[in-house]
C-alpha cells in the first residue's frame, strides 16, 4: 500500500513538472510575441506571468520585461523590477542597460537627485556604450528640471560638441534655446522689476514732493491771500484818503472859483490832466484786481 501511495505521489510530482514547464514555456513565448509585437501591456502582463515559474528567471526574460515595463509607462514596476536585476545578475550583458533604465525611470518619476547618481554612475562605468550620450541628456534634463540651468547647459553643450550624431542632439540644442531664452526673460523680467521698482519710488517720492508742494503751494497762497487782503486794506485806506483830499480840494477850488470873476476864469477846451485823480483810479482798478484774486482764491 505504501508504495502505491509513493509511486502515485511520483506520478503527480512529473505530472505536474510537465504542466508547469508547459504553462512556463507558453507565458514566456506569448510574452516574447507581445513584445515583438510593441503590445507592451499584454507583453508585461505574460512576461510578468512567466517569471512567475521558477525556469523563467532568467536575465533575458527579467531584461524584457523591464523594457515592457518602460515603455507601457509602468515605471513602479520597472524600477522595482531595475532594483531586482542589478541585485541578481551583476554579470548579465544587460546589466550596463538596466542601469541606464533605472536611471532614466527615477528621472520618469521625478527623482532626479536619483537619477542623477544614477546615470552618472553609469557614465563613468559605460563610457562607450551606445546609450551614453542618452544618459548624459537625461542628466541634464534632471538638472534642468531642478532649475540648475547652467548645469544643465554644460551638459547639453557636451552632447551636441561630442555626440553631434546622437538622437539626443537636437533635443540638447532645443533645451540650449530654451535656457538661453529663459535667461533673456529672467533679464528682462529682472530690469522690469528693477525699472518698476524705480518708477514705483520715483512716483511716491513724486506724490510726496507733489504733496509738499500743494502743502507749500497753500501756505504760499494763504499768505498772498494774506498779503493781497492786507494790500487791499492799504489800497482802500489810501482810496479813502484821497477821496478825502480830493473832496476838500474840489470845495477849495469851488470857494476859490466864488472869489473870481467869470471873466478871470479859464475856461479850457479839455479836461487837464490832473495827477491826483489819474493816481486816484489806478488805485482803485488794483484794488479792484486784488479783490477778485482774493475771490477766486476762495473759492
Not at 508547459?22 to 502582463?45: H, I, L, M, N, P
Not at 542589478?86 to 520618469?108: A, M, Q, W
Not at 535656457?179 to 518698476?196: M, S, W
Request: proline fraction near 2%; aromatic fraction near 12%; charge should be negative.
Amino acid at each position: 500500500m505504501k508504495k502505491i501511495i509513493a509511486i502515485t505521489v511520483l506520478f503527480c510530482t512529473f505530472a505536474f513538472m510537465g504542466f508547469s514547464s508547459e504553462s512556463a514555456t507558453r507565458a514566456f513565448v506569448e510574452g516574447c510575441r507581445s513584445y515583438s509585437q510593441g503590445d507592451w501591456a499584454s507583453a508585461k502582463f505574460m512576461l510578468k506571468k512567466a517569471v512567475s515559474y521558477p525556469e523563467n528567471i532568467n536575465p533575458d526574460t527579467y531584461y524584457m520585461l523591464i523594457a515592457a515595463e518602460v515603455n507601457d509607462g509602468d515605471n513602479k514596476s520597472a524600477l522595482d523590477d531595475c532594483n531586482l536585476y542589478l541585485d541578481h545578475f551583476p554579470e548579465s550583458i544587460y546589466y550596463p542597460r538596466v542601469s541606464y533604465l533605472k536611471g532614466k525611470t527615477l528621472y520618469n518619476l521625478g527623482e532626479y537627485e536619483k537619477a542623477i547618481i544614477t546615470l552618472s554612475d553609469f557614465c563613468h562605468q559605460n563610457e562607450n556604450d551606445d546609450l551614453y550620450s542618452y544618459a548624459l541628456f537625461y542628466i541634464g534634463e534632471s538638472l534642468f528640471a531642478c532649475y540648475k540651468y547652467d548645469q544643465a547647459r554644460e551638459i547639453y553643450q557636451t552632447i551636441i560638441k561630442d555626440f553631434a550624431n546622437s538622437e539626443k542632439a537636437p533635443a540638447a540644442q532645443y533645451r540650449i534655446d530654451t535656457i538661453d531664452q529663459r535667461n533673456r526673460e529672467e533679464k528682462l523680467i529682472y530690469l522690469l522689476k528693477q525699472t518698476g521698482e524705480e518708477y514705483l519710488s520715483a512716483k511716491e517720492d513724486y506724490e510726496k514732493q507733489l504733496r509738499l508742494y500743494n502743502s507749500e503751494s497753500i501756505n504760499n497762497t494763504r499768505q498772498r491771500l494774506e498779503d493781497a487782503q492786507s494790500r487791499n486794506e492799504e489800497l482802500e485806506r489810501q482810496v479813502s484818503d484821497l477821496e478825502a483830499q480830493l473832496a476838500a480840494l474840489r470845495s477849495a477850488n469851488a470857494v476859490k472859483e466864488l472869489s473870481v470873476s467869470a471873466d478871470e476864469v479859464d475856461v479850457p477846451n479839455a479836461e487837464p490832466y490832473d495827477e491826483t485823480k489819474e493816481t486816484l483810479r489806478k488805485l482803485k482798478e488794483k484794488a479792484l484786481e486784488a479783490q477778485r484774486i482774493l475771490e477766486g482764491k476762495k473759492e
